[in-house]
């Protein structure tokens, strides 16, 4: 099972900034579309921002445009999330995830989270 390593979670107070980190050894991320998800107790995960094979094109939920930023950057092998104006409700586990199509079957990696807290 090829690991994603995620890092850079922490306790941060509203208004505050994190920048979360996804690395791995195994796999090379601009060969994947990758991806943030983030995951609330209680709640469904949901998806946070992508950044596709490209490298110059991204997405991100309502929720968090104009705050967030994905980015990647090959020589390092690493994809951020930059995470700005954070608010309570950004507080979840947030999730890396590499995927790629390779001749019609799924190539699909998870990291095992870093916890992001936003409160006073």
């Known amino acids: 099972q090829v690991a994603l390593v995620e890092s850079g979670g922490g306790l941060v107070r509203p208004g505050g900034s994190l920048r979360l980190s996804c690395t791995s050894s195994?796999?090379?991320?601009?060969?994947?579309?990758t991806s943030w998800y983030r995951q609330a107790p209680l709640k469904e995960r949901e998806l946070v921002a992508t950044?596709?094979?490209?490298?110059?094109?991204?997405n991100y939920h309502d929720s968090v445009k104009g705050r967030f930023t994905v980015s990647r950057v090959n020589d390092k092998n690493t994809v951020y999330l930059q995470m700005n104006d954070l608010k309570p409700e950004d507080t979840a586990v947030y999730y890396c995830?590499?995927?790629?199509?390779?001749?019609?079957?799924?190539?699909?990696?998870w990291g095992h989270g870093t916890q992001v807290t936003v409160s006073s």
């Open positions: 195994e796999i090379t991320f601009s060969s994947y579309a």
């Open positions: 995830r590499a995927l790629r199509r390779v001749r019609g079957l799924i190539d699909d990696h």
């Open positions: 950044v596709l094979i490209t490298g110059d094109s991204t």
